[in-house]
C-alpha cells in the first residue's frame, strides 16, 4: 500500500512556542491531506482537510489560527501549532488520499507535548 | 445519532476464535467503507476496503457491508494475539476529496 510518513515522531516543547509536524506521502502523490488528533482511548476527531495548492477547510470548533497548515506540493503538507499550550498535548496523524480509490494512508502521528 | 456508531468493547478472545467486529450508520450516502487497525501509539493501517455492497476476503480477514440495513462487518478467522488492537470502521460519500468518518473503534485482545 501507499506509504505516508510524518516528522517528527515526538516532540516536547514549552508553552508558548510553536511546533511544526510535517506529513509527506512518499510513493504516491496526494492532492488531498487531512489532519487528525486522538486523545488517549478516543478515535480520531478530523482537524481540517488539506488541498495542494489552495487554503485548508477547517472543521467546527478547530481554530485556523492556531493550527496552521499548508500544502505546498503533492507530496508534503505541514501543520504548525502556533502557541502551544499544555491542552494542546495530543496525537497528531495525517492522512493522505490515494487515488484512484477514495481510500486514506495514515502516517504513524506525532505525540505532542506540552510543557 | 451519531452519523457511525461503533461499540468500543474492549472485546476479549482466546487464541483461533472467530472474532466479528460491527458497526452501524445513519447516512445512506455513504459508498465507500473502510476497516482499520491501529495498535497502540501508532497510525492507523488500513486493512480493508469496500465500494457499495458485498463481501470482500483477504486472508484471515473478510469484510461484509449490507447497505439496506447500513450495516458494516469485519470477521478475524483464527484470531491471533498479535491481532491484538483497535479497529476502526472507516466511510465515506462518494464525492471526491471528502473526509472519512470514523466509528470510535473497538479494542480487541486475543489472549494465547
Known amino acids: 500500500g501507499a506509504v505516508v510518513s510524518q516528522h517528527p515522531s515526538w516532540v516536547i516543547c514549552k508553552s508558548g512556542t510553536s511546533v511544526k509536524i510535517e506529513c509527506r506521502s512518499l510513493?504516491?502523490?496526494?492532492?488531498?491531506m487531512f489532519w487528525y488528533r486522538q486523545f488517549p482511548k478516543q478515535s480520531l476527531m478530523l482537524m481540517a482537510t488539506?488541498?495542494?495548492?489552495?487554503?485548508?477547510?477547517?472543521e467546527q470548533g478547530v481554530e485556523k489560527d492556531k493550527f496552521l497548515i499548508n500544502h505546498a506540493s503533492l507530496t508534503l503538507s505541514t501543520l504548525t501549532v502556533t502557541s502551544a499550550h499544555p491542552e494542546d498535548s495530543s496525537f497528531y496523524i495525517c492522512?493522505?488520499?490515494?487515488?484512484?480509490?477514495?481510500?486514506?494512508?495514515f502516517g504513524p502521528g506525532t505525540r505532542l507535548l506540552v510543557l | 445519532q451519531k452519523e457511525v456508531e461503533q461499540d468500543p468493547g474492549p472485546l476479549s478472545v482466546p487464541e483461533g476464535a472467530i472474532v466479528s467486529l460491527n458497526c452501524t450508520y445513519s447516512n445512506s450516502a455513504f459508498q465507500y467503507f473502510m476497516w482499520y487497525r491501529q495498535y497502540s501509539r501508532k497510525g492507523p493501517e488500513l486493512l480493508m476496503y469496500?465500494?457499495?455492497?458485498g463481501n470482500k476476503e483477504d486472508g484471515r480477514f473478510t469484510a461484509q457491508v449490507d447497505k439496506s440495513s447500513k450495516y458494516i462487518s469485519l470477521f478475524i478467522r483464527d484470531s491471533q494475539p498479535s491481532d491484538s488492537a483497535t479497529y476502526l470502521c472507516a466511510m465515506k460519500k462518494g464525492q471526491a476529496g471528502t473526509a472519512l468518518i470514523f466509528g470510535k473503534g473497538t479494542t480487541l485482545s486475543v489472549s494465547s
Open positions: 510513493d504516491f502523490q496526494a492532492t488531498t
Open positions: 488539506s488541498n495542494e495548492g489552495s487554503k485548508a477547510t477547517y
Open positions: 492522512s493522505a488520499r490515494a487515488p484512484p480509490q477514495e481510500t486514506q494512508y
Open positions: 469496500t465500494y457499495s455492497s
